[in-house]
């Protein structure tokens, strides 16, 4: 991993919507996703918003949304959705030009800090497609465990 990152997290704001959008638009990036490539920024405006909620209806959940910054420039995000039990399920998108730069790993690191000093976190899972040979290596570089396997997914943990 490259030592002069200048890797930020920022929570998510409206105010990050264009930088947002713009690291989003890489078709490549949702080869493994359930998510579809934003139509324009008004979508993901919209999903900042709702996001911004930052807890579900039951309020059994927190949602956690951070925009990655390497350098001044938008780059992707993090999230969390944390339950009282302690655990935080995380997730990650970031645009393939920082793939395999070092920034992924340390926005993930900086994430689970921040998850267990802020917000009491004692566990860690993920998920994955299983052709998603990227995020699984990051996954192993984040001391994830693999715990299950199904035709589609693979399925991580972590204690923190």
């Known amino acids: 991993m490259n030592t002069t990152l200048n890797v930020k997290l920022v929570p998510q704001d409206l105010s990050h919507a264009q930088g947002l959008f713009q690291a989003l638009s890489d078709p490549k990036i949702y080869e493994f996703l359930d998510e579809e490539l934003p139509e324009n920024v008004d979508v993901v405006r919209r999903r900042i918003v709702q996001l911004q909620r930052g807890v579900s209806k039951d309020g059994t959940e927190i949602w956690l949304n951070w925009s990655v910054f390497d350098g001044g420039r938008i ?22 030009s920082t793939w395999g730069t070092g920034v992924a790993a340390r926005a993930c690191k900086m994430m689970l ?48």
């Open 75 to 96: 780059v992707g995000f993090t999230q969390a959705t944390v339950y009282r039990d302690g655990l935080a399920e995380i997730a990650y998108v970031l645009t393939p």
């Open 113 to 160: 800090t921040m998850l267990v000093k802020d917000h009491g976190v004692t566990r860690f899972a993920a998920d994955t497609e299983l052709g998603n040979k990227r995020s699984q290596k990051l996954l192993d570089l984040l001391g994830f465990i693999e715990t299950k396997r199904d035709a589609d997914e693979v399925f991580y943990a972590r204690r923190a």
